[in-house]
């Protein structure tokens, strides 16, 4: 997550703060946003501490059925924290699910770096029950609610407006998330930012793990670590081959490129070479085709 070009239309967050879990953590966006621009206001101010996250993880209650007032939203659920957290109890993520599956205009991006136990998560067979049971709240605070049938959400089809994506920052992370990824019954998505090395992901990759959009980009602030743009150049060209959708988001605010970047996190395309200008939505399930920004 950074705050580059955003293919989502709003962020939901039911509760904030976080910890360090992996590489891509180690200049979490999130974290200095949420400290810097709102680090004086609850909820981020129980969570943060000189730019960086203490580990507490704060519910904002009051958040929770949110999502089913919106229509026809992008949302980006829990960019403030991890919705996979050690510390969330499963009784919050059965909140979050009820919620989603009751909003079905919208698109729901989730994004975990906790990819285990969102697969661990979503096949349980205790969640179908314990998520009507959560729905049974919603439904008390607004009756409209009880026209919206839930089905099994350990069942592939049961909402296909909920995709659910892992970061991919470097080889290890491919090898050792991909394979969970690949048993969660939703679409799933990617987000390869920020690129730590040279990708050696290929297009089985993509295809064994169902794969069905990719979103890439590099770092953002301060203290960002450069992404080779030739990186990038090799993921869209795998996507390509595999027919997979891609999302151009960044290039970083230090990008190596033989180019001159201006943009503060390299996110303005104009500055990019033509072959790079890709932001490509796949359909999602309203099945209107998504608009294709540059690129083919
Ligand atoms: S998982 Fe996400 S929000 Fe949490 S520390 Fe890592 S980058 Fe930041």
């Not at 770092?219 to 670590?225: I, K, L, Q, V, W």
């Not at 990008?255 to 932001?279: C, N, Q, T, Y």
């Amino acid at each position: 997550m950074s705050d580059g070009a955003k293919y989502w239309t709003k962020p939901w967050n039911p509760w904030v703060g976080c910890s360090p879990i992996s590489p891509a953590c180690v200049n979490c966006w999130a974290a200095r946003d949420a400290s810097t621009r709102m680090g004086a206001i609850a909820p981020y101010s129980t969570v943060t501490r000189l730019g960086k996250w203490t580990g507490e993880v704060a519910f904002v209650e009051k958040r929770i059925w949110e999502p089913t007032r919106w229509k026809n939203q992008r949302v980006f659920t829990c960019n403030m924290s991890d919705l996979f957290h050690e510390l969330v109890p499963d009784e919050w993520i059965d909140q979050v699910w009820a919620s989603m599956m009751l909003s079905p205009s919208c698109t729901f991006f989730v994004l975990t770096k906790r990819i285990e136990r969102a697969a661990a998560y979503l096949n349980s067979p205790r969640l179908y029950s314990a998520v009507l049971h959560a729905a049974e709240k919603a439904r008390a605070l607004n009756p409209r609610l009880s026209k919206i049938g839930l089905s099994d959400p350990t069942h592939f089809r049961s909402a296909p407006w909920i995709w659910v994506g892992t970061t991919i920052e470097n080889n290890q992370a491919r090898e050792e998330r991909l394979h969970h990824l690949a048993r969660i019954p939703y679409p799933h998505w990617i987000s390869m930012e920020p690129l730590l090395e040279a990708p050696d992901m290929t297009r089985a990759d993509l295809e064994s793990a169902e794969v069905r959009w990719v979103v890439q980009g590099g770092e953002s602030g301060p203290d960002a670590r450069s992404s080779d743009v030739e990186w990038f150049q090799a993921i869209l060209n795998v996507c390509e081959a595999a027919k997979v959708p891609a999302f151009m988001k960044q290039l970083g605010a230090k990008p190596k490129a033989l180019f001159r970047v201006r943009h503060r996190s390299g996110a303005d395309m104009e500055e990019w070479p033509e072959r790079l200008r890709i932001r490509q939505f796949p359909v999602f399930h309203q099945q209107k085709p998504a608009p294709v920004i540059g690129g083919s």
